[in-house]
């Protein structure tokens, strides 16, 4: 009886030895597939963003003007660019 209790017992680690690498893997795996699918729905939403923003850059001028003025720097014919660049302030004394 102790003697099949043991057997029983030994069989019971070596399968245990045997599909613990595989089930530490598949955990891994799973781990990994949620981080993708995370991943996918962040670039999704991107996608869809960029998507707007192409259909905004096609049809809209307004928009276009926008960001050819903050991104590109461009300027209409006769404006001038201002920029004011602050003056220097002198050195604070210690006390």
């Not at 955990?27 to 729905?41: A, E, G, P, V, Y």
């Not at 307004?62 to 002198?90: C, F, H, N, T």
Request: charged share 30%; net charge positive; glycine share 4%.
């Amino acid at each position: 009886m102790i003697r099949n209790a043991l057997w029983l017992f030994i069989f019971s680690i070596v399968v245990l030895i045997m599909f613990l690498p595989s089930y530490t893997q598949m955990q891994d795996l799973r781990q990994k597939n949620l981080t993708l699918k995370k991943q996918i729905i962040a670039l999704k939403a991107k996608n869809k963003q960029l998507k707007e923003e192409r259909v905004l850059l096609e049809q809209d001028p307004v928009y276009l003007e926008k960001v050819g003025r903050e991104k590109m720097g461009l300027i209409k014919e006769g404006e001038y660019i201002l920029e004011l660049v602050p003056a220097k302030q002198p050195p604070k004394e210690k006390q």
